[in-house]
């Protein structure tokens, strides 16, 4: 039987085990949504484009799964790419469907066409523009397939608007197979031996995690490893939960904002573990002095991501779970002596570094945002999942927020991407309705997705939404303090809506603490919410997000409290 | 650290786009293109683009690796250290007054070139080589008067597929 295009899409997404869609009808797709209504497929209509592509992001990494939006031509297409291109920076697979002009208008100027495919190049792991109605199934096949597998990423298929229409038969592979592309994902064990025999001869052992555990899921591998050897671990933005917070070998985040203690060792040690890791600028500071003492060994799927910034002794190709289960098949019978006496110096120094300058802040009479993020982690027991916007909110919540498991901090770590984290939220809650979603957000970033407040309230999510109000762009603000002589050049905010009464005015619900002492009420008020609510904090002005590493400075070299 | 020319040689799927996606990589990332020239292989399904780069050898590993990382492209091969066979060709419009003519018509006899369109005032010459054979001809026409030249854009090919490095 022939099916029409837009049959053939709903099918093949539904044999990829799509049952959400995050997405904003419009011209081109008029005929994707008529058929959409006669499925079970659920659609959750957001307010922009580019909030369907957060919610998708969200969706994906609290369910594990790959997220899908779909939009219309044109002005839709365009905005989704901000969304596209945090998802790609941040490796979340996503699949991303645009309506288009009909092929016989393309490169008309026709009305809403613009080359998708052309602008999202750079910015999709890869992309389509389907042409013939037969290629359509397939496509979807290999769309899912390359988004997924290897390093993931979002991948587009621009659909024009006539081949919705035509009929075809159904035919989609089994499997994929491109000759072009096959992910290395089991390392060469001649590199694994020889990380074998480094853990033998360190002293001063680091692991250092990154997004790389969450996507492939290596958390447990991990945990297992850094146990066996007793080795601290330390992590990216992107790899907190992949290792838990609560254990003894947890050092804290590392970076432009880690914990003393962490960019200490990383300056100190002698052999450094990166798992699923690209040593980013905003973690590595100035590179030729990033763990100079150390042999590297660095473990990814990517093999650009190896060699880029940092030069490395051990290169390791292969997927970071299958690979620490290797390296934990090939330690189980390696004699590591009398472990803990032998690490005894190195945790001394650590512990040393860690009472020397632990996270810290002081509560006065003007409520402190880490004081927020703090107490929520207490209410929360640390079980929600959270999502942020970007900035000082995003600092505070990797600082303070504690994470004992995998999917659940959901940021925009490589874009920085601010408007990410209320999107991402309702992605979030969808994926998971029994959690507590929250999205911790900053006065400044929450407007610039706040039209999503409505999408929340129309589906019943009682997502959490904490703003810490400085009436500052605080993380700009903070390089003008501390870079610029305190010139504060378009940074106040100053003009906010009152967020009690917009909360209200989308029929959420709208709190707000102005003193210490009415910031557990009103949490805990939120938190047992069943509905949309917006925690409003009216926090210190002018707090700062410290440790900090001044950009391009090594990442021992720390402005301190 | 020095920066080499490096040609590559890419195989690609033969498909709409897939230029752009090599181009816009070499753009993309600040790596620069030398020349250029694509066309399809034997099997119609498949391109090769022969493509020439500068860079030092950290960068050349991160162009090779970020082409091998798209996902049309099949294969990247790195000739520099291999021996290939290099190629350009390259048409050149020379002005060609009859005081000019005997002695033009003497070089491109020497450097076995082939005059391909007389004007009253101009000569179209062509002529295939490697670099230095291109450079020579340029360099003696030049004096002469040359009008407008276009090149091809250098391709290459492995000798024999085991002696690469």
């Not at chain 1, 905005?79 to 991303?96: E, K």
């Not at chain 1, 810290?360 to 945002?369: A, G």
Request: a neutral charge.
């Amino acid at each position: 039987m022939k099916l029409t295009g837009a049959q053939i899409l709903m099918r093949a997404l539904k044999e990829e085990g799509v049952d959400t869609i995050f997405g904003y009808p419009g011209g081109a797709v008029l005929d994707i949504y008529d058929e959409l209504a006669r499925t079970e497929m659920r659609h959750i209509l957001v307010r922009h484009e580019q909030g369907a592509v957060h919610a998708a992001d969200g969706y994906a990494r609290a369910a594990g799964k790959i997220g899908v939006c779909l939009v219309t031509s044109g002005p839709g297409a365009t905005n989704t790419v901000t969304g596209i291109a945090s998802a790609y920076m941040d490796s979340i697979p996503i699949v991303i469907i645009t309506g288009q002009v009909p092929t016989k208008l393309i490169g008309n100027d026709a009305f809403q066409e613009v080359d998708i495919v052309g602008i999202t190049r750079p910015c999709t792991k890869h992309n389509y523009l389907v042409k013939n109605i037969e290629d359509l199934a397939k496509t979807i096949k290999e769309a899912f397939y390359i988004a997924g597998s290897g390093r993931p990423g979002p991948v587009l298929i621009d659909i024009p608007k006539d081949i919705v229409n035509e009929l075809a038969e159904y035919i989609s592979p089994k499997k994929v197979r491109l000759r072009s592309y096959n992910p290395t994902y089991n390392p060469n064990i001649k590199q694994l031996n020889k990380v074998v025999k480094l853990l033998k001869k360190a002293k001063k052992p680091v692991i250092f995690a990154g997004g790389g555990i969450i996507l492939s899921k290596a958390h447990e591998e991990l945990t297992e490893f850094a146990r066996k050897t007793l080795i601290p671990v330390t992590a990216s933005l992107m790899g907190l939960g992949g290792f838990p917070a609560s254990d003894p070998l947890w050092l804290g985040m590392v970076g432009m904002h880690g914990t003393y203690r962490s960019n200490m060792a990383i300056g100190e040690c002698d052999l450094l573990i990166a798992v699923g890791v690209r040593f980013d600028d905003r973690v590595a500071g100035r590179t030729d002095t990033f763990a100079s003492n150390a042999e590297i060994v660095h473990i990814d799927i990517d093999p650009t991501s190896i060699q880029k910034n940092i030069s490395v002794s051990v290169p390791v190709v292969g997927d970071c779970k299958i690979t620490l289960n290797h390296l934990n098949n090939l330690i189980k019978n390696e004699d590591f002596g009398d472990i803990s006496q032998k690490r005894k110096k190195w945790f001394d120094k650590i512990n040393e570094w860690m009472n020397t300058m632990p996270l810290s802040y002081t509560q006065t009479d003007i409520i402190k945002p880490q004081y927020v993020v703090d107490k929520l982690y207490e209410l929360t027991k640390g079980k929600a999942i959270i999502t942020t916007e970007v900035g000082q909110n995003q600092m505070w919540a990797a600082q303070y927020y504690h994470f004992d498991e995998p999917n659940h901090f959901i940021t925009s770590g490589g874009l920085g991407c601010m408007g990410f984290g209320l999107p991402a939220a309702i992605g979030a809650q969808v994926a998971c309705p029994n959690k507590i979603v929250v999205d911790i957000a900053g006065d400044g970033s929450i407007q610039m997705n706040s039209q999503e407040l409505a999408t929340a309230v129309q589906y019943n999510l009682p997502i959490n939404i904490v703003i810490l109000n400085n009436q500052y762009l605080g993380m700009v603000r903070q390089w003008q303090e501390l870079f610029y002589d305190k010139r504060y050049s378009s940074t106040g905010m100053e003009h906010a809506p009152d967020f009690v009464k917009l909360a209200e005015a989308y029929g959420a619900v709208g709190l707000r603490a102005s003193k210490p002492e009415d910031v557990e009420r009103v949490l805990s008020e939120g938190l047992s919410s069943k509905k949309t609510v917006i925690m409003e904090f009216v926090v210190e002005r002018e707090e700062s997000v410290y440790p900090m590493v001044p950009a391009g400075a090594s990442i021992t070299e720390m402005l301190l409290v | 650290m020095t920066i080499e020319k490096h040609v590559l040689s890419i195989l690609v799927d033969n498909k709409p786009g897939v230029l752009s996606r090599i181009v816009g990589l070499f753009s993309g990332r600040g790596y620069n293109i030398e020349s250029l020239a694509v066309a399809e292989t034997m099997d119609p399904l498949v391109s090769r683009i022969t493509l020439v780069t500068k860079a030092d050898a950290p960068v050349i590993e991160q162009i090779e690796k970020q082409l091998n990382k798209l996902i049309n492209v099949i294969k990247v091969n790195d000739f520099t250290g291999a021996e290939y066979v290099q190629r350009e060709m390259v048409l050149i419009k020379v002005t060609a007054k009859s005081e000019h003519r005997a002695e033009i018509l003497r070089m491109v006899d020497i450097f076995r070139c082939k005059v391909v369109d007389v004007g009253i005032e101009h000569y179209i010459i062509e002529t295939t080589g490697d670099q230095s054979k291109i450079d020579a001809i340029l360099k003696l026409l030049k004096p002469i008067g040359i009008k407008e030249i276009v090149k091809t854009g250098i391709i290459a090919l492995l000798r024999d597929q085991y002696t690469k490095k």
